[in-house]
């Protein structure tokens, strides 16, 4: 369950000045009255430069229904986001740290390849991505019942504050709170009650050791430390408190893969009290040479009814056929489950 009182969360009954609208107050009633139908969903982890017009066509071969991109193309990649953006199926993205590291980190600054005072390498990614780019931000996929909301665009991670100067340039804010609140707009605008929150950090409160969601794994004595983000777990807490379903959230930032200890994985997947699975998708590198060719790797949801039935770690062949499937999450029975069955008897 997300830890409360990191310093910004207010009390619950707040929430009545970010949503108007009224709300089912049960997660139940949520759970029952949402979309009725099975959606499959492509989290894309961070890229790191490894997306080929191959994987747009991956995505087809998969009949995925959704694509979402956690973020990190590369360093400011703008070729690698133009493929992205040429992605044909309903799609959703939001921007990491690297995708601003020449315009935003003090080392990036110092060593950016291009003149910042005549090109803008960080606006061109997100007009290459237009509408699908939801950095503070949603997009409506009303034929699935469901509305993705962005978290905060180009985070680093972590309980301070970062990237000042770039953050009140590029969207006139100044801290975790003024951030907060433009995520939760968003999700009061949201046409569909069933909602997906879409981060390139997860929520803070998931844990502080190196192997969790968002767990520090560099640095000395092994690492350690909560590197989640307080706003979006903020977003997160009253967006739940004013009623609305969010059935996955999902973010990528930490990869699976430890810097200081290759023998574990990172944690991927967790369920809340509330019944939200959260989803950690960074499994880096997701391209891999082999020498019968390159695999690539697509984490897949399975959405039934508003409520994640499984996620699925899926490596594919040249020829897109399916080498090696990983469940990552099964959703267990319930007594929805009963319920439903019992309604088809």
Excluded at 14 to 32: D, G, I, M, N, R
Excluded at 85 to 104: E, F, Q, R, T
């Amino acid at each position: 369950m997300l830890r409360q009182g990191n310093g910004i969360t207010q009390q619950h009954q707040t929430y009545s000045k970010y949503f108007s609208k009224p709300v089912p107050c049960s997660h139940q009633e949520a759970t029952l009255t949402v979309h009725q139908s099975v959606v499959t969903i492509a989290v894309i982890g961070d890229v790191h430069d490894l997306w080929e017009l191959e994987d747009n066509a991956a995505l087809k071969e998969l009949q995925v229904d959704v694509a979402l991109f956690v973020g990190d193309y590369g360093n400011e990649a703008v070729e690698v986001v133009h493929r992205i953006a040429a992605v044909d199926i309903p799609k959703a993205a939001i921007m990491g740290n690297h995708d601003a590291y020449y315009s935003a980190s003090k080392k990036g600054i110092n060593n950016c390849p291009y003149d910042r005072t005549k090109e803008d390498w960080v606006q061109l990614q997100m007009d290459l991505l237009g509408d699908a780019h939801i950095g503070f931000g949603k997009r409506e996929f009303p034929q699935f019942g469901l509305t993705v909301v962005g978290a905060r665009p180009f985070s680093w991670g972590g309980s301070k504050w970062r990237y000042r100067k770039f953050y009140r340039d590029r969207f006139d804010i100044q801290g975790f709170e003024e951030s907060s609140e433009l995520i939760l707009t968003a999700a009061d605008e949201a046409d569909q009650n069933t909602i997906i929150f879409l981060g390139h950090v997860g929520p803070y409160g998931l844990g502080d050791r190196p192997e969790d969601f968002c767990g520090k794994d560099w640095g000395k004595n092994g690492g350690g430390g909560d590197y989640g983000d307080p706003d979006i777990e903020q977003a997160i807490a009253l967006t739940q408190a004013a009623g609305k379903h969010i059935p996955l959230v999902t973010f990528g930032h930490m990869h699976h893969k430890l810097k200081n200890n290759k023998a574990q994985l990172r944690q991927r997947v967790v369920t809340a009290a509330t019944g939200t699975v959260y989803f950690n998708a960074a499994n880096v590198p997701r391209i891999e040479k082999t020498s019968t060719g390159n695999q690539r790797s697509f984490s897949l949801v399975t959405l039934k009814e508003g409520i994640v039935e499984s996620i699925a770690l899926i490596w594919l062949n040249e020829k897109f056929e399916q080498i090696s499937k990983e469940f990552l999450y099964t959703k267990p029975a319930t007594q929805v489950d009963v319920f439903r069955q019992s309604k088809l008897i």
